[in-house]
């Protein structure tokens, strides 16, 4: 396991095996959690520790491959390359109420879904939870923005690597870390059932997102793979049963597709199948993928599908639009410079 992965009592541990006193844990783990680059940095540490640490527990962290920063918004998408040589995208959105990094768990994604450029390439390995970790620690320290929330809704399919976000949360939570408040943070799912009902079983206070995006299985099957293996109505029952575990309600997302999820029709099924279970939920204009042939949906069908949802008193937003001019849709940057490269550019 990575260093930066561990908490400050498994490093306690390695450090009393290395014969160190007690107190160096809590310097060490600082340290890791002020984004430090190598051992050197860590001033308070006798030069021998810091040999010993550097031999044994490599410091590996990520490089800037590419960043944009958009014109219209102050949106930052940051394309970060790995210790292996794989990427993955970091974007730092800018709201009234603070700085929000949206971080991937995955080098892409197994999930399929027919609108999102992440899972083109499949899946390629799951993120470490200091891989997670240092999205956040180092946007914020290339940025020079604190960062106060996070969603987990970049590539991959956070409840696929069920173990490591959960490190990762417990990691990111730590009072002698970044300590970002659990109800700072979203994580996103495309709908993995039992990974719903063991993220139950955990309470944590963070907002639980569920990428719906159709009313029914026949429309959902056509763009989430997923929905095969677990069709709406299971995946609806768990979030009954997360809700009367947790008490928190859940964040629907559902990207306004044209012709495809988008009908008044389409609304008031949703009002139906929703009855009795307190929701949010969040529309998102279409972001345009080279590869797939679904367009947004128009302004107008837009406001119709909002206006028919809180007719029926569910709470229903349209995301705003960010860095619609730096590739922020999710996946884009990485399969333009997966392309770039493999055709022999830089």
Known sequence: MNIKSMTMEEIGVLLKEM???????????????????????????????????????????????????????????????????????????????GNTVCISSEVGCLM???????????????LEPYEMLDQVMFTQIDSGLPISHIVLMGIGEPLDNFENVMRFLELVNS???????????????????????????????????????????????????????????ELLAA????????????????????????????????????????AHFNLIPLNHVEESPLKPSSHNAVARFQKTLESAGITATVRRT????????CGQLRRKYTKET????R
Request: hydrophobic share 35%.
């Open 175 to 233: 009072p002698e870390g970044m300590n970002i408040s659990m109800r700072h943070i979203s994580l996103s799912t495309c709908g993995l059932v039992p990974k719903i009902d063991e993220l139950a079983k955990r309470k944590l206070q963070i907002t639980l997102s569920v990428s719906l995006h159709a009313p029914n299985d026949q429309v959902r099957n056509t763009i989430m793979p997923v929905n095969k293996a677990y069709p709406t109505e």
């Open 19 to 97: 014969g160190q006193p007690a107190f160096r844990a809590k310097q060490v783990y600082g340290w890791l959690h002020k984004g430090v680059r190598s051992y050197e940095e860590m001033s308070n540490l006798p030069q021998n520790l810091r040999q010993q640490l550097a031999e044994k527990y490599p410091i590996l962290p990520p490089e800037v491959v590419r960043r944009q920063e958009s014109q219209k918004d102050g949106t930052i998408k940051y394309l970060w390359r790995l210790a292996d040589g794989n990427c993955v995208e970091t974007v730092l959105m800018r709201y009234h109420y």
């Open 239 to 278: 979030c009954r049963r997360y809700y009367e575990q947790t008490s928190r309600r859940i964040s629907f997302e559902y990207a306004m597709i044209d012709g495809v999820n988008d009908s008044v029709e389409n609304a008031k099924e949703l009002i139906q199948r929703l009855k009795g279970l307190p």
């Open 112 to 126: 399929g879904c027919a609108f999102c450029a992440s899972t083109l390439g499949g899946l390629v390995r799951r």
């Open 322 to 329: 960010l860095g619609g001019d730096i590739d922020a849709s």
């Open 342 to 345: 493999s055709a022999g550019g």
